[in-house]
T-cell receptor, first 116, second 113 residues
């Protein structure tokens, strides 16, 4: 199989605090991990692409200083939402590619962030 | 160029019927076209995917039809069941190092018993 986990599954925080979300590939090594944001009843919007050991590539309009991504190993990527505000409340989903030529992405279960 | 247009936005089908969802793209550099199923509060799960060198792919009740010249592809769900009620997303991807996916806007499918 190809299982991707996320932790936490949901988090509530106060405005101005930082929140870290972990994404792990449990049974494979992921050369590339992706972070998406999904607002209610909307599609998935790619935020950034991260490769192990290198800086993340952010999509246009995504603030890299606000959404810090660390891809420290082939099985772990973290997204830190710094100085979170209510407008950052969303469903954050990661995905991972297995090493090799295949394009298939395996998605995590998502993390619901609510900023009060 | 980056957009993937998906229709309809919502769909109601009777149990046993055929559900059809359509997508269109502009960028001919896309070479991977997956369909994802998402239940509320969950991450998307891959249903079926196709590459542009074939015109159709079938897996169980799910079929992708692909029209390269028209830059369109569609998902057909045969014998639709209430358990198929979910949001469906098409996507288009680039191969190679980035493997980025661009998602369609989603279709909310309701299968009535």
């Amino acid at each position: 199989g190809a299982v991707v986990s996320q932790h936490p599954s949901w988090v509530i925080c106060k405005s101005g605090t930082s929140v870290k979300i972990e994404c792990r590939s449990l049974d494979f090594q992921a050369t590339t991990m992706f972070w998406y944001r999904q607002f209610p009843k909307q599609s998935l919007m790619l935020m950034a692409t991260s490769n192990e050991g290198s800086k993340a590539t952010y999509e246009q309009g995504v603030e890299k200083d606000k959404f810090l991504i660390n891809h420290a190993s082939l099985t772990l990527s973290t997204l830190t939402v710094t100085s979170a505000h209510p407008e950052d409340s969303s469903f954050y989903i990661c995905s991972a590619n297995k090493a090799g030529p295949l394009t298939e992405q395996f998605f995590g279960p998502g993390t619901r962030l609510t900023v009060l | 160029q980056q957009q993937v247009k998906q229709s309809p936005q919502s769909l109601i089908v009777q149990k046993g019927g055929i559900s059809i969802i359509n997508c269109a793209y502009e960028n001919t550099a896309f070479d991977y076209f997956p369909w994802y199923q998402q239940f509320p509060g969950k991450g998307p799960a891959l249903l079926i995917a196709i590459r542009p060198d074939v015109s159709e792919k079938k897996e169980g009740r799910f079929t992708i039809s692909f029209n390269k010249s028209a830059k369109q592809f569609s998902l057909h769900i045969m014998d639709s069941q209430p358990g198929d009620s979910a949001t469906y997303f098409c996507a288009a991807g680039y191969g190679g190092a980035t493997n980025k996916l661009i998602f369609g806007t989603g279709t909310l499918l309701a299968v009535q018993p």
